[in-house]
């Protein structure tokens, strides 16, 4: 990602309920590959571009994510399988699921990318993790617990062009506060698959004629 330090950073996030958390550990600049055949990142309006390295930053409103995630935009960081490691709490027959204290890290065990982007029926079983194959290969993971979708992955061959690791798409929408004030998007994924006013919202802006509610409330004009 264009934007971010070329020292290492290290981000957290998880689902909703904090049944499944990861972290992501970013190296430092010289040891972030390059995806292959990829094109120079550009990062300003005169022209100026950088190589293009992971993790790669995308808004996605193809058909398939906006579905996905409910929302009109899906935000993916894209990064290696090596990157992400993950902990899953253990299905609690006592624990309600609504408006229950958030899972205790304590309790929770470490998983491998690879063990979560393509579960055994025992992970499955045992934890809140989720698995939906929407495509051929393509595994689309969630919390079951509190519904949170969390990452895509396709995990079939990619074939001899593809010369780096495995990769996985995560929401950044489900990083942490902390760490998500520390990133920005820096292109838009299929783009041609997009619908026309999310294009022009993302490309112009609201045009400053949208209502900016300050809270939840709608701010209605009460008649005397």
Not at 194 to 204: A, D, F, I, P
């Amino acid at each position: 990602m264009a934007y971010l330090p070329s020292k290492p950073v290290e981000f957290t996030g998880g689902c909703y309920c904090s049944a499944i958390r990861y972290t992501i550990k970013i190296p430092a600049l010289d040891q972030r590959p390059e995806p292959p055949n990829s094109l120079p990142t550009p990062i300003d309006k005169r022209g100026h571009t950088v190589p293009t390295r992971f993790p790669l930053i995308g808004f996605d409103h193809c058909q398939s994510c906006r579905r996905a995630c409910g929302a009109p935009v899906q935000l993916w960081m894209i990064l290696p399988y090596s990157w992400a490691f993950f902990t899953l709490q253990p299905r609690d027959p006592d624990h309600t699921g609504s408006y229950a204290e958030p899972f205790s890290p304590t309790e929770a065990k470490g998983y491998a990318t690879r063990d979560i982007v393509a579960p055994s029926k025992d992970v499955l079983a045992t934890t809140y993790l989720g698995m939906y194959e929407s495509s051929p290969n393509t595994h689309r993971s969630f919390c079951t617990q509190c519904g949170t979708p969390l990452l895509y992955a396709f995990v079939g061959d990619r074939g001899p062009a593809w010369t780096a690791e495995p990769v996985l798409d995560i929401a950044a929408g489900t990083l942490d506060q902390e760490s998500f004030d520390q990133i920005k998007p820096e292109r838009h994924d299929w783009w041609e698959d997009g619908t026309s006013w999310v294009k022009k919202v993302l490309r112009e802006g609201d045009g400053g004629v949208l209502i900016r509610h300050p809270t939840g409330t709608l701010n209605l004009k009460v008649e005397d």
